[in-house]
């Protein structure tokens, strides 16, 4: 059974660097795509990017210019930075296996973070 | 970006009724599109992919059609359980969720 376990900092000042990291467990690491969503509190989901090891990364266009996207096949983790946040940046963020075939099959239990001086 | 049109925001039903949403694509994303159920607190679950293939597990009372730039999610009989909100998903070129439909009691 595939889980996915994140954790990283909930609290962040205004122009910090956001960090998050997803453990996979139960699957083969290089053979899918990993993403990373995140959801403003009361609002709608928004996709940030993906990345497989193989391949490479995707990344929403608009965030492009200040996300990175990384992945440490040994310890079957991806990694979501995101540089310059602001208040707009608060979100509860999930990580989620991305399935060619199917979309979005498996998600973390998802991470609040909070941007505020 | 592709640009996904979801409606209604909210609809107000009660158990028994059938519910449709709609979901259009700003282009054609042949039938690269999922459903997602997601309720407070909790991360989406998917019920559809591939436009109508329900996934495993997922009641059969969950109905996905459409191809192109227009799907519908038909809940033919709504259950308890299926107050939640409700997402669309592009998957054809990188991805973009509709804003979802909150499914609330009426």
């Not at chain 1, 954790?7 to 467990?25: D, I, R």
């Not at chain 1, 990345?51 to 440490?72: E, H, M, Q």
């Not at chain 1, 060619?100 to 609040?112: A, H, P, V």
């Not at chain 2, 989406?44 to 591939?50: A, D, E, G, S």
């Amino acid at each position: 059974q595939v889980q996915l376990q994140q954790w990283g900092a909930g609290l962040l000042k205004p122009s910090e660097t956001l960090s998050l990291t997803c453990a996979v467990y139960g699957e083969t690491f290089s053979n899918y795509y990993w993403s990373w969503i995140r959801q403003p509190p009361g609002k709608g989901l928004e996709w940030i990017g993906e990345i497989n090891s193989s391949v490479g990364t995707n990344y929403k266009p608009s965030l492009k210019s200040r996300v990175t996207i990384s992945a440490d096949t040994t310890k079957k983790q991806f990694s979501l930075t995101l540089n310059s946040v602001t208040a707009a940046d608060t979100a509860v963020y999930y990580c989620a296996r991305t399935n060619t075939l199917t979309g979005l099959d498996y998600w973390g239990q998802g991470t609040l973070v909070t941007v505020s001086s | 970006d592709i640009q996904m049109t979801q409606s209604p925001s909210t609809l107000s039903a009660s158990v028994g009724d059938r519910v449709t949403i709609t979901c259009r694509a700003s282009q054609s994303i042949s039938s690269w599109l999922a459903w997602y159920q997601q309720k407070p607190g909790k991360p989406p679950k998917l019920l559809v992919y591939k436009a109508s293939t329900l996934e495993s597990g997922v009641p059969s009372r969950f109905r996905g059609s459409g191809s192109g730039t227009e799907f519908t999610l038909t809940i033919s009989s709504l259950q308890p359980d299926d107050f939640a909100t409700y997402y669309c998903q592009q998957y054809h070129s990188l991805s973009t969720f509709g804003q979802g439909t909150k499914v609330e009691v009426k």
